[in-house]
């Protein structure tokens, strides 16, 4: 199974006329944020392959047709999901294409604006996830195989400045459950030689910025 993955960029070897001849052969599309839903969308039509994205801390125009607040009630009559063929699985856990993947979006609170989180915040979010991965392990025999986030784990891939840290409950999540991935985006790789893949346990942490394929095994049930 290939899987792309897209986060922070607007790469323009995807969007292109181009895209279905480097990409066709992809099974699923993971977007780990700050990317805009016009984008999302070009890449659902011309693939023609499920794509699952979060939110991150940029291009949040459209969050709150997908996660509304008590600032935006009345929830949107309309189906966003149908609008753009993407789906939003921001604090969710969803099974698709046979893979049991987790979204955790945003990014690490900076300067109080949309979709940050304290450390705190995201622990709370996290351990609200557990009873559904106990049920996963109990139902499938495995917890999650992938989790995408926007931010990367605390230490892996972050940065020092107080925008780019990560957060310390993926840590946790990833020792104690186990997913073959943690895809995120957010931290931008100016420079080739830059580490893009870490291993972390048992688990590849993975920084999506611009896009990255994953080759990945198919015994999922």
Request: with cysteine; hydrophobic share 40%.
């Amino acid at each position: 199974m290939k899987l792309l993955c897209i986060s922070d960029k607007v790469d323009p070897l995807i969007y292109s006329n181009g895209v279905k001849e480097r990409f066709g052969d992809v099974d699923l599309v993971l977007s780990a944020g700050d990317l805009p839903m016009e984008y999302l969308s070009f890449v659902v039509s011309v693939l023609n392959r499920p794509l699952l994205f979060v939110f991150g801390n940029h291009n949040l125009t459209d969050l709150p047709y997908y996660r509304p607040s008590s600032a935006t009630r009345p929830y949107p009559i309309h189906s966003y999901e149908s609008d753009s063929g993407a789906s939003y699985i921001g604090f969710k856990l969803r099974k698709e294409s046979g893979l049991l993947i987790l979204g955790l979006g945003g990014s690490i609170l900076y300067n109080n604006g949309g979709n940050q989180f304290s450390q705190q915040q995201m622990w709370m979010r996290v351990l609200a996830k557990v009873p559904v991965l106990l049920l996963n392990k109990l139902r499938y025999g495995r917890y999650v195989d992938i989790v995408l986030t926007h931010a990367p784990p605390k230490g892996i891939h972050d940065r020092d400045d107080p925008c780019h840290r990560g957060f310390e409950a993926f840590l946790w999540l990833i020792r104690h459950f186990k997913p073959q991935f943690l895809v995120h985006g957010h931290i931008h790789l100016y420079d080739n030689r830059e580490e893009r893949k870490t291993r972390y346990h048992e688990t590849w942490v993975i920084n999506a910025f611009g896009y990255q394929v994953l080759d990945i095994g198919e015994n999922h049930a």
